[in-house]
């Protein structure tokens, strides 16, 4: 399984930017795809997460209303539009996969497989 995220960047405070991860490697049809971030000196936090067959979503406290994730099943990407960024948004991005069933969706330890992190600044 790889997951590449991809749509890093640094951005003013209040703009947007889109994060995308394609996924291969397998049929992610009994997965869930979620997003994580992780600042300096910080854990790592749930951001968002989409179970693959449904669609239904979930998102940390933190992004509710500002940002949003979706899934292209024909490209096997996963995107997260974030929109009115602010600077407590800085952080390296993970995209995440996890089996449905053995996911607590906002817990990093239960997803089994990682990409690359992609870095998001948001300057004041």
């Known amino acids: 399984v790889q997951l590449q995220a991809s749509g890093g960047g640094l951005v003013q405070a209040g703009g947007s930017l889109s994060l995308s991860c394609a996924a291969s490697?397998?049929?992610?049809?009994?997965?869930?795809m979620g997003w994580f971030r992780q600042a300096p000196g910080k854990e790592r936090e749930f951001v968002a997460a989409i179970k693959w067959s449904t669609g239904s979503h979930y998102y940390g406290e933190s992004v509710k209303g500002r940002f949003a994730i979706s899934r292209d099943s024909a490209k096997n990407t996963v995107s997260l539009q974030m929109n009115g960024l602010k600077p407590e948004d800085t952080a390296v991005y993970y995209c995440?996969?996890?089996?449905?069933?053995?996911?607590?969706?906002?817990?990093?330890?239960?997803?089994?497989?990682w990409g690359h992190g992609t870095l998001v600044t948001v300057s004041s």
């Open positions: 995440a996969a996890g089996r449905s069933g053995a996911v607590m969706i906002t817990a990093w330890t239960s997803y089994g497989y």
């Open positions: 490697g397998r049929t992610f049809s009994n997965y869930y």
